[in-house]
Structure formats: C-alpha cells, structure tokens
C-alpha cells in the first residue's frame, strides 16, 4: 500500500493550477435576465466581453437581454468601443439596438466640441442626426441646440 516511488515522481513533476475560471459572460445573462419589468440595466462596456470571448457568443447574448428588456419593458444601455470591432460585429449589434450613438471629440483652436452622432432611432437608420453639446460640472452635459429627432 501507499506510493510508488514512480507515483511520487510523476507527482513531483505535475503543475498543480487551480482551474478557477469563471463564465462571465452566462453571470450577466442570467442577473439581467432575473430582472424584472421595467429594469434598468447598464452594461459598461461590452469589450471585456469581446476580448475574452467568442463575439458570436456575446452577440447571442446582446439579443437574449434586447429581447428580455423588450419584453419587460426595461431599459438596457450598453456601449461598446468601435476601434478594433469587426465590421460584422458592428453591424449585428446595431441591427439588434433600437438606438445607435456614437461620440466624437473634435478639437477647435484651443477649445473642443464634442458631438453625438444618431445613427439609429427608433429602427429607421436615416434619422441621421449630430448633436453637438459640451460638459460643465454646474449643468452636465448641455446640447447646443434642442431639436426634434423622431
């Protein structure tokens, strides 16, 4: 009974790693899908789950939680970064979002202007709108001028 001394050494020589990886991706799915009617959820930001991940598998769940918050009648706001994203992974994202913005910062002499671009609202991609505001610690954030998009 016991060891051999062949055992021991083969023990000897094995790497013991703890196996703790964790499915982050299924832990948001299943809190935001435990949500209930009229949730409001912000999911910042969905490249770590890019970059870790299958984006086919994270786009899969984008449209498991539109379709949860669609049909709960929550709100769901995800940003994302578009450097480095896959074109096709873009567009499926946007297809899937009823809203798509998108900022800029555009520097003018010494001052800049910052600019929301609507791209997508309420499903009709033509409503292509810019929208330039600026920032202010007193009043947040303040658009330039106030008009009608939809």
């Known amino acids: 009974?016991?060891?051999?001394?062949?055992?021991?050494?083969?023990?000897?020589?094995?790497?013991?790693?703890?196996?703790?990886?964790?499915?982050?991706?299924?832990?948001?799915?299943?809190?935001i899908m435990a949500l209930g009617p009229y949730?409001?959820?912000?999911?910042?930001?969905?490249d770590f789950f890019l970059q870790r991940e299958d984006p086919s598998?994270?786009?899969?769940?984008?449209?498991?939680?539109?379709?949860h918050a669609q049909l709960n009648r929550g709100l769901l706001l995800v940003s994302v970064s578009t450097n480095?994203?896959?074109?096709?992974?873009?567009?499926?994202?946007?297809?899937?979002?009823?809203?798509?913005?998108?900022?800029?910062?555009?520097?003018?002499?010494?001052?800049?202007?910052?600019?929301?671009?609507?791209?997508?609202f309420r499903n009709a991609p033509e409503n292509l709108k810019i929208l330039v505001f600026r920032v202010t610690p007193e009043e947040g954030i303040t658009p330039e001028t106030v008009e009608r998009i939809a």
């Open 57 to 67: 598998r994270v786009v899969a769940m984008v449209r498991m939680l539109q379709a």
């Open 1 to 31: 009974e016991g060891f051999r001394l062949d055992d021991i050494r083969r023990l000897a020589q094995t790497r013991f790693v703890d196996d703790n990886t964790q499915d982050y991706l299924t832990e948001v799915t299943n809190e």
């Open 39 to 46: 949730f409001r959820a912000v999911i910042d930001s969905l």
């Open 84 to 120: 480095g994203l896959d074109p096709t992974v873009k567009q499926e994202l946007a297809s899937i979002a009823d809203m798509v913005l998108s900022f800029q910062v555009r520097t003018i002499g010494t001052d800049f202007e910052t600019s929301m671009i609507v791209s997508k």
